[in-house]
C-alpha cells in the first residue's frame, strides 16, 4: 500500500516522545525507541465514525477510544482532551496542561487522537 507519512510526538519541552506512522484510516504509534505500542483506527458503529484504540500485542487489546476532541480509557473514563491547528495537534490533560504536541498534516482527526492516546499513556 501507499506508504505512511512519520510524524514526531514532542513533549511539553519538545524532546521526542515517540512517532505515528500515520496512514489514511489509522495510524500506528511507537515509542521514542522505535517499539511499536499500539495502533488507533476508525470503526463505524451505529452510524457515526469512532475511533479506537489497540495496544501493539498479538492480542491487539482495546485500551480506549476518541469521540469529539476528548480520550477515554476501556472502562469510559476521560483521559484528556486533544484539538489541531493547520500545523500542530495539541494533548491536554484533564486539567487541561499541555502534555505535547505533533504535526499531524495529514488525516488530523485519528492523528491527533492517535498522539492523544500515545500521550495521555493509554499506548
Known amino acids: 500500500g501507499p506508504s505512511a507519512r512519520q510524524v514526531d510526538i514532542l513533549g511539553p ?3 521526542l516522545k ?3 506512522q500515520v496512514h ?3 495510524v500506528e504509534l511507537q515509542d521514542a525507541a522505535g517499539q511499536d505500542r499500539g495502533a488507533i483506527g476508525v470503526v463505524v458503529a451505529q452510524g457515526r465514525l469512532r ?3 489497540v495496544r501493539g500485542d498479538a492480542e491487539r487489546t482495546l485500551v480506549g477510544w476518541s ?6 480509557n476501556a472502562e469510559n473514563k476521560l483521559l484528556g482532551y486533544y ?3 493547520a500545523i500542530w495537534s495539541v494533548v491536554y490533560d484533564p486539567e487541561l496542561r499541555p502534555l505535547g ?3 499531524c498534516i495529514a488525516y488530523q482527526g485519528v492523528c491527533a487522537a492517535g498522539v492523544a492516546g500515545f500521550l495521555l499513556g493509554l499506548l
Not at 469521540?67 to 477515554?72: A, E, G, I, M
Open 101 to 103: 504536541r505533533a504535526q
Open 67 to 72: 469521540d469529539n476532541h476528548r480520550v477515554y
Open 83 to 85: 484539538n489541531w491547528s
Open 18 to 20: 515517540g512517532r505515528a
Open 51 to 53: 475511533l479506537f484504540l
Open 13 to 15: 519541552g519538545g524532546a
Open 24 to 26: 489514511a484510516n489509522y
